[in-house]
């Protein structure tokens, strides 16, 4: 009986550890746990970035053809995923620390309440990256976005270089940048 029990105890734990790194879009509360560190892996080639165009939280056109030559961080997120709020000021930081670089940060939302839920959340955290809603069109054109947060990083010359899913820290995140920066 003690072994039934210790071996439900275990796979419950694994079950949550792997919940922990990322989002459900359906689940709308997790627990929040720091997330292994993501070994780097050498950036390799791969396909272009589709462009999309939005609108931004203040109301200015985005798209991503307008990018080029920049590196870019495309962070897929939502205000009620707490790996995605944890990410929230890493990435202000990198924003101010990289712009001057060439590298630029883009937040899709992916909020079920729209700006209702997201124009609060981008004035607290005080967000200085371009935000904008999504319109599960350009979810749709990077393949479906199936957990939260997914960011890409993409070259100066508009190529995806890599695809996370999960949370990341700003170390991870410092480390994609730089390798994206360097190859370009």
Not at 66 to 83: H, I
Not at 109 to 121: I, N, Q, S, V
């Amino acid at each position: 009986m003690r072994a039934s029990k210790r071996s439900s105890i275990l796979i419950i734990s694994i079950l949550l550890l792997t919940l922990l790194t990322s989002c459900k879009k359906q689940d709308e509360e997790s627990v929040v746990a720091p997330p292994p560190p993501i070994p780097l892996k050498p950036i390799g080639k791969s396909a272009a970035a589709p462009d999309f165009s939005l609108v931004d939280m203040q109301g200015k056109p985005i798209s991503l053809k307008s990018y080029r030559g920049k590196v870019v961080v495309l962070n897929f997120w939502a205000t009620w995923c707490p790996p995605c709020r944890k990410e929230v000021p890493d990435l202000v930081v990198i924003q101010k620390e990289y712009q001057a670089k060439g590298v630029e940060i883009i937040g899709i939302a992916m909020e079920r309440e729209g700006k209702l839920a997201l124009t609060p959340f981008v004035e607290r955290q005080g967000i200085n990256y371009r935000v904008a809603l999504d319109d599960g069109r350009v979810s749709n054109l990077y393949d479906g976005i199936d957990a939260i947060p997914t960011t890409f990083f993409i070259d100066k010359k508009g190529l995806i270089r890599q695809k996370v899913e999960g949370g990341l820290s700003k170390r991870d995140i410092e480390g994609f940048v730089n390798a994206v920066l360097s190859e370009s």
